[in-house]
Protein backbone atom coordinates (compact mmCIF):
# COMPACT_ATOMS: atom_id res chain seq x y z
CA UNK A 1 0.00 0.00 0.00
CA UNK A 2 1.37 3.26 -0.92
CA UNK A 3 1.30 6.55 1.33
CA UNK A 4 -1.81 7.70 -0.37
CA UNK A 5 -4.10 4.66 0.39
CA UNK A 6 -6.54 3.99 2.81
CA UNK A 7 -7.95 6.32 5.09
CA UNK A 8 -7.17 9.72 3.93
CA UNK A 9 -6.93 11.29 7.56
CA UNK A 10 -3.87 9.34 8.13
CA UNK A 11 -1.74 10.69 4.91
CA UNK A 12 0.13 13.59 4.91
CA UNK A 13 -0.89 16.53 3.65
CA UNK A 14 1.34 18.07 0.21
CA UNK A 15 2.17 21.71 0.60
CA UNK A 16 -0.42 22.47 -1.62
CA UNK A 17 -3.21 21.45 0.94
CA UNK A 18 -0.99 22.97 3.16
CA UNK A 19 -0.91 26.66 2.12
CA UNK A 20 -4.04 26.29 0.87
CA UNK A 21 -5.85 25.65 4.04
CA UNK A 22 -3.93 28.01 5.86
CA UNK A 23 -4.32 30.82 3.18
CA UNK A 24 -8.28 30.57 3.81
CA UNK A 25 -8.16 31.09 7.57
CA UNK A 26 -5.87 33.52 7.50
CA UNK A 27 -8.22 35.63 4.46
CA UNK A 28 -11.44 34.52 6.39
CA UNK A 29 -9.63 36.42 9.82
CA UNK A 30 -9.24 39.43 7.67
CA UNK A 31 -12.51 39.43 6.76
CA UNK A 32 -14.37 38.54 9.77
CA UNK A 33 -12.91 41.63 11.38
CA UNK A 34 -13.33 43.71 8.44
CA UNK A 35 -17.28 42.63 8.14
CA UNK A 36 -17.64 43.52 11.72
CA UNK A 37 -16.82 46.93 11.01
CA UNK A 38 -19.23 46.69 8.07
CA UNK A 39 -21.81 46.06 10.38
CA UNK A 40 -21.31 48.82 12.80
CA UNK A 41 -21.22 50.87 9.43
CA UNK A 42 -24.17 49.35 7.53
CA UNK A 43 -27.60 50.97 8.41
CA UNK A 44 -29.83 48.36 6.26
CA UNK A 45 -30.91 45.32 8.88
CA UNK A 46 -30.94 42.85 6.29
CA UNK A 47 -27.70 43.52 5.15
CA UNK A 48 -26.56 43.78 8.80
CA UNK A 49 -28.17 40.12 9.10
CA UNK A 50 -26.36 38.61 6.20
CA UNK A 51 -22.56 40.19 6.97
CA UNK A 52 -23.48 38.70 10.65
CA UNK A 53 -24.08 35.29 8.84
CA UNK A 54 -21.19 35.62 6.62
CA UNK A 55 -19.08 35.88 10.06
CA UNK A 56 -20.37 32.78 11.63
CA UNK A 57 -19.96 30.85 8.37
CA UNK A 58 -16.14 31.47 8.21
CA UNK A 59 -15.79 31.13 12.00
CA UNK A 60 -17.06 27.92 11.05
CA UNK A 61 -14.78 27.27 8.45
CA UNK A 62 -11.75 28.00 10.28
CA UNK A 63 -12.57 25.89 13.09
CA UNK A 64 -12.84 22.93 11.00
CA UNK A 65 -9.55 23.79 8.92
CA UNK A 66 -7.92 24.48 11.86
CA UNK A 67 -8.62 21.49 13.31
CA UNK A 68 -7.06 19.40 10.38
CA UNK A 69 -3.76 22.44 10.39
CA UNK A 70 -2.95 21.26 14.07
CA UNK A 71 -3.85 17.40 13.86
CA UNK A 72 -0.77 17.55 11.15
CA UNK A 73 1.15 19.70 13.08
CA UNK A 74 0.69 23.24 11.53
CA UNK A 75 0.13 26.20 13.69
CA UNK A 76 -2.72 28.19 12.11
CA UNK A 77 -2.63 31.96 11.46
CA UNK A 78 -3.34 34.36 14.32
CA UNK A 79 -6.53 35.66 14.97
CA UNK A 80 -7.10 39.29 15.04
CA UNK A 81 -9.19 40.74 18.38
CA UNK A 82 -13.00 41.07 17.57
CA UNK A 83 -13.86 44.86 16.59
CA UNK A 84 -16.01 46.42 19.36
CA UNK A 85 -19.96 47.69 18.43
CA UNK A 86 -21.07 50.91 17.97
CA UNK A 87 -24.17 52.91 16.43
CA UNK A 88 -23.89 53.75 11.82
CA UNK A 89 -25.12 56.80 13.69
CA UNK A 90 -21.68 57.66 15.53
CA UNK A 91 -20.18 57.28 12.53
CA UNK A 92 -19.61 60.81 10.64
CA UNK A 93 -21.80 60.46 7.53
CA UNK A 94 -18.94 61.33 5.27
CA UNK A 95 -16.66 58.63 7.00
CA UNK A 96 -19.23 56.06 6.60
CA UNK A 97 -19.19 52.80 4.26
CA UNK A 98 -22.80 53.14 2.61
CA UNK A 99 -24.99 49.98 2.24
CA UNK A 100 -24.16 49.98 -1.52
CA UNK A 101 -20.73 49.70 -0.97
CA UNK A 102 -20.43 47.30 1.95
CA UNK A 103 -22.88 44.83 -0.73
CA UNK A 104 -20.47 45.50 -3.16
CA UNK A 105 -17.35 44.43 -1.27
CA UNK A 106 -18.58 41.25 -0.07
CA UNK A 107 -20.25 39.80 -3.20
CA UNK A 108 -16.33 40.52 -4.97
CA UNK A 109 -15.60 38.66 -1.73
CA UNK A 110 -17.72 35.96 -2.39
CA UNK A 111 -16.89 35.71 -6.18
CA UNK A 112 -13.06 35.20 -4.46
CA UNK A 113 -13.89 32.81 -1.46
CA UNK A 114 -15.22 30.88 -4.52
CA UNK A 115 -12.31 30.54 -6.98
CA UNK A 116 -10.04 29.63 -3.61
CA UNK A 117 -12.65 26.80 -2.45
CA UNK A 118 -12.07 25.66 -6.40
CA UNK A 119 -8.30 26.02 -6.18
CA UNK A 120 -7.75 23.98 -3.17
CA UNK A 121 -10.38 21.51 -4.56
CA UNK A 122 -8.58 20.87 -7.90
CA UNK A 123 -5.05 20.59 -5.73
CA UNK A 124 -5.94 18.21 -3.20
CA UNK A 125 -5.04 14.71 -2.80
CA UNK A 126 -6.85 14.19 0.43
CA UNK A 127 -10.26 13.37 0.17
CA UNK A 128 -11.49 14.65 3.28
CA UNK A 129 -9.89 17.98 2.73
CA UNK A 130 -11.38 18.51 -0.88
CA UNK A 131 -14.82 17.53 0.17
CA UNK A 132 -14.63 20.17 3.40
CA UNK A 133 -13.94 22.77 0.57
CA UNK A 134 -16.34 21.36 -1.70
CA UNK A 135 -18.82 21.95 1.18
CA UNK A 136 -17.49 25.80 1.94
CA UNK A 137 -17.98 26.06 -2.09
CA UNK A 138 -21.34 24.98 -1.56
CA UNK A 139 -21.99 27.49 1.40
CA UNK A 140 -20.88 30.44 0.08
CA UNK A 141 -22.99 30.05 -3.12
CA UNK A 142 -26.40 29.69 -1.45
CA UNK A 143 -24.42 32.50 0.77
CA UNK A 144 -24.01 34.75 -2.77
CA UNK A 145 -27.58 33.92 -3.95
CA UNK A 146 -28.50 35.43 -0.40
CA UNK A 147 -26.63 38.61 -1.17
CA UNK A 148 -27.70 38.69 -4.92
CA UNK A 149 -31.37 38.70 -4.46
CA UNK A 150 -30.73 41.66 -1.56
CA UNK A 151 -28.76 43.59 -3.72
CA UNK A 152 -31.80 43.32 -6.41
CA UNK A 153 -34.43 44.20 -3.94
CA UNK A 154 -32.32 47.16 -2.83
CA UNK A 155 -31.49 48.43 -6.47
CA UNK A 156 -27.99 48.78 -4.99
CA UNK A 157 -26.72 46.74 -8.59
CA UNK A 158 -25.51 48.59 -11.37
CA UNK A 159 -26.15 46.74 -14.13
CA UNK A 160 -24.09 46.66 -17.04
CA UNK A 161 -25.34 47.74 -20.88
CA UNK A 162 -28.14 44.70 -21.78
CA UNK A 163 -28.06 43.37 -24.92
CA UNK A 164 -31.33 42.82 -26.06
CA UNK A 165 -31.64 40.00 -28.65
CA UNK A 166 -34.08 40.63 -31.48
CA UNK A 167 -35.39 44.24 -31.18
CA UNK A 168 -34.21 46.96 -32.72
CA UNK A 169 -33.83 50.59 -31.89
CA UNK A 170 -36.04 53.40 -33.26
CA UNK A 171 -34.42 56.56 -34.76
Known amino acids: MG ?32 YQTFINHAGDEGLKKLLQEAVD ?4 HNKQIEEVLKENGIMPP ?21 DPEISGAVSINVGQALVSCSQVMGQCLRED ?7 FHTDKVMFGAKLLKLNK ?15 QTKE
Not at 57 to 60: A, H, N
Not at 78 to 98: E, K, N, Q, Y
Open 3 to 34: ILSGNPKDQPMHYGEVIGCWAYVGANKGLISG
Open 57 to 60: MMRD
Open 78 to 98: PTLPDRPTCSADDIPAGARFM
Open 129 to 135: IATMFAK
Open 153 to 167: EKGWIIPPPMHLSGQ
